[in-house]
C-alpha cells in the first residue's frame, strides 16, 4: 500500500484506476461463472466418460470442411465451426448451417473463440500482472503535498 497519497484526474481514475479495481474486485466473475455453466451444460451430456482419441478428432474438426481448426460456437444454438466457414456461411444465410436457426442478432463479437487449454492463460496470472501494472501506473503519478501549514502554533515535529 502507499503511504504518500497520489494525484489522478477525474478522466485518468474512470480509464485506468477504477477498470483495474473492477477486475480486481470481481466483477467480471459473473460473466465467467456464466459461460464455464454454458459450456459445462453444452459437453455434459457428451462427454459422461472419457472420449476417446478419435472422438476427440471429431470434435475438434469443424462440421463443414473437416479440417482440425480452431473453432467459433455460435452463441444461441451452441454449433460450431471453423471461423472461415462461419464467415462464408454467414455472407450467403442469415441461419446456423446445422439446425437453421436464426444468426440475424449474432454479432462476429458474439461468438465463443474455442482455445486449447495450452493456449489459455490462467486467472490469477492475468490479476497478477494487472495489479503489478496498477501499480506501476500508479507510482508515476505526481505526489500530493500538502499545504505548509502558516500557522505559528505549528510544529509537525510534536505530531
Known amino acids: 500500500m502507499y503511504i ?7 478522466k485518468e481514475f474512470y480509464e485506468i484506476i477504477f477498470p483495474s479495481l473492477q477486475i480486481q474486485r470481481g466483477i467480471t466473475d459473473f ?18 466418460g472419457k472420449l476417446s482419441e478419435v472422438e476427440m478428432e471429431r470434435e475438434a474438426e469443424c462440421g463443414i470442411c473437416l ?5 467459433v460456437v455460435l452463441p444461441d444454438c451452441w ?9 462464408d456461411w454467414r455472407s450467403r444465410s ?3 448451417p446445422f439446425c437453421r436457426s436464426s444468426l440475424r442478432r449474432v454479432n462476429s463479437g458474439d ?3 474455442c482455445v486449447e487449454k495450452s493456449d489459455s ?8 500482472e494487472d495489479w503489478q501494472r496498477l501499480y506501476r501506473y500508479i507510482e508515476k503519478l505526481p505526489v500530493v503535498i ?3 501549514q502558516f500557522n505559528p502554533y505549528y510544529r509537525p515535529h510534536l505530531r
Open 31 to 48: 460473466e465467467e461463472i456464466k459461460q464455464k455453466e454454458i459450456c459445462s451444460l453444452r459437453y455434459s451430456t457428451k462427454t459422461k
Open 146 to 148: 500538502p499545504e505548509p
Open 111 to 113: 461468438l465463443w473463440v
Open 121 to 128: 492463460v490462467e486467472l490469477p496470472e492475468i490479476l497478477k
Open 94 to 96: 442469415v441461419s446456423c
Open 79 to 87: 454449433h460450431s465451426l471453423c471461423l472461415k466457414c462461419y464467415q
Open 67 to 71: 479440417e482440425p481448426n480452431s473453432k
Open 4 to 10: 504518500k497519497e497520489r494525484r489522478a484526474s477525474i
